[in-house]
């Protein structure tokens, strides 16, 4: 079994910066397509960034993608020693307001939430005007 905890969101000013942090154990990173997803209140979870399982060969890299409305200010990565992702979200804007979730176990390429297998516990981030 596959266990996650996503930290590292607070309240935060427009224009600032906050990144999150997603523990894996019971699994790894490396493996397979992970990413963050968030949700607001009254609205449906979407798509925030993902980036691809790796293969256990050396001339394949792994690779990232976003959704348009984050990307350029969002960076998502992992620690492959630590089994740890991250999210790194600068340039901060109001609308950014959300619960944000960690996933893992997605099919590659996938920006649907219901294409992911495990789910973290969600850790708030809020961004004042």
């Known amino acids: 079994q596959v266990q996650l905890v996503e930290s590292g969101g607070g309240l935060v000013q427009a224009g600032g910066s906050l990144r999150l942090s997603c523990a894996a154990s019971?699994?790894?990173?490396?493996?397979?397509?992970s990413g963050w997803f968030r949700q607001a209140p009254g609205k449906e979870r979407e798509f925030v960034a993902a980036?691809?399982?790796?293969?256990?060969?050396?001339?394949?890299?792994?690779?990232?993608y976003y959704a348009d409305s984050v990307k350029g200010r969002f960076t998502i990565s992992r620690d492959n020693a630590k089994n740890t992702m991250y999210l790194q979200m600068n340039s901060l804007k109001p609308e950014d307001t959300a619960n944000y979730f960690c996933?893992?176990?997605?099919?590659?390429?996938?920006?649907?939430?219901?294409?992911?297998?495990?789910w973290g516990q969600g850790t708030q981030v809020t961004v004042s005007s």
């Open positions: 996933a893992v176990d997605g099919i590659p390429g996938s920006r649907r939430y219901q294409d992911f297998g495990s």
């Open positions: 019971g699994g790894t990173f490396s493996r397979y397509t």
């Open positions: 980036i691809s399982g790796s293969s256990r060969s050396t001339y394949y890299a792994d690779s990232t």
